[in-house]
């Protein structure tokens, strides 16, 4: 797919040119255009002149996160309430240049926060030297992603019933699949966290069972109440059967 680069919002008239050229040429395929550092840019270019807009947040990938930027940056980019293309994010390896040595716990938590609030493609790149560790841990997110991203979150009949709430450590979503329900939880801490989660108040039904995906253990409700301890720097993905609706 077409693809260039921008650093600030004056270049838009240019780039909306460029994109209805573009798009004449080959209207088949979307282009984007990948911002630099795009979280300083509030607000910034690429409503009217790119399909997709491409983040490099390459700053607050590291370890240990800056959450005055992460958090509000993962947020803006995913608000499609003002106009915003979807977004796709890059995630950053190690980059010595600028002492940037993300672990594997920083990688996973910017992944799936981007996943949560809306992202929809990721991107991971690094410079030598790779860490082993870190690129394992991309390769597990591909993977999970791509699955949740096939089977849920690209059904034109999934619906969002909830995320929050904005200050928590973990955060999480709840989305409904016919009889089905899914919760992603991240744990932005470095310590263990308990997960409480009216999943049945979430839903509007009540919940028959439930199970931790990748992990195939089942979960146990109390009046439709999930109870569960997220993992330091983790990301905890659930599936739940839903009783029938009522007629």
């Keep these: 797919s077409p693809t260039w680069e921008s650093g600030c919002s004056s270049a838009e008239p240019g780039l909306q040119a460029l994109w209805l050229a573009v798009r004449e040429v080959d209207p088949g395929r979307p ?12 607000p910034y270019g690429g409503f009217k002149c790119t399909d997709v807009i491409g983040h490099d947040n390459y700053e607050i990938s590291n370890e240990p996160f800056d959450y005055g930027d992460l958090l509000p940056g993962v947020r803006m980019v995913n608000n499609a309430s003002v106009g915003r293309r979807p ?3 890059w995630i950053s390896g190690s980059y ?5 040595r993300p672990s594997a716990g920083a990688v996973r938590v910017h992944a799936w926060l981007h996943l949560l609030h809306g992202t929809r493609g990721l991107g991971y790149w690094s410079k030598i030297p790779m860490d082993p560790q870190v690129w394992a841990e991309m390769k597990n997110i591909n993977r999970d992603a791509a699955a949740l991203h096939k089977h849920v979150l690209s059904n034109p009949d999934t619906v969002l019933r909830m995320r929050g709430p904005p200050s928590a450590t973990v955060h999480h979503a709840v989305w409904t699949l016919g009889d089905f329900a ?3 939880a991240v744990n932005t801490a470095d310590c263990p966290q308990t997960l409480r989660i009216d999943v049945a108040n979430a839903c509007g039904r009540s919940v028959e069972s439930g199970h ?8 146990e409700l109390k009046g439709g109440v999930l109870s569960d301890e997220c993992a330091p720097l983790s990301r905890c993905l659930y599936r739940f059967a839903l009783a029938p609706a009522a007629p």
């Design 212 to 219: 931790r995906l990748y992990e195939d253990r089942k979960i």
């Design 31 to 42: 282009a984007y255009v990948n911002w630099n550092h795009s979280w300083q840019i509030e």
């Design 182 to 184: 899914y919760l992603l």
């Design 96 to 100: 010595d240049e600028v002492l940037m």
């Design 87 to 89: 977004a796709f994010v």
